[in-house]
Nanobody, 125 residues
């Protein structure tokens, strides 16, 4: 059973930072690829950051330098550090896990992921 539970969202002011966490189980944190997506109501889910089993990360061009994805295998937790937040970063943020290795931009494709959390809302005012 794959379980992903996001936390850390909230209301922040523009320019502030926020760290999201995705708690899971050992079988999931060791999956080939995990990622963070975000979605605004009425729009498609957007991949923002992904990380593979070797710790290599992939970022959407729009967030490079602003977001940092990391995983702590000992804590079975995936993180997303978000800096210099802007109102346009407001969205529901989802954690996702995949069952196969992904390359390049495929890591940011929502269709490539089997398992999803319920999401955590981030609002930037």
């Amino acid at each position: 059973h794959v379980q992903l539970v996001e936390s850390g969202g909230g209301l922040v002011q523009a320019g502030e930072s926020l760290t999201l966490a995705c708690a899971t189980v050992v079988e999931t944190i060791r999956r080939p690829c995990m990622a963070w997506f975000r979605q605004v109501s009425g729009r498609e889910r957007e991949g923002v950051a992904a990380i593979d089993g070797d710790g290599r990360s992939t970022y959407a061009d729009s967030v490079k330098g602003l977001l940092t994805i990391s995983r702590d295998n000992a804590k079975n937790t995936l993180y997303l550090q978000m800096n210099s937040l802007k109102p346009e970063d407001s969205a529901m943020y989802y954690c996702a896990a995949g069952s196969r290795a992904l390359l390049g931009i495929q890591r940011l494709n929502a269709l490539a992921y089997n398992y999803w959390g319920q999401g955590t809302q981030v609002t930037v005012s």
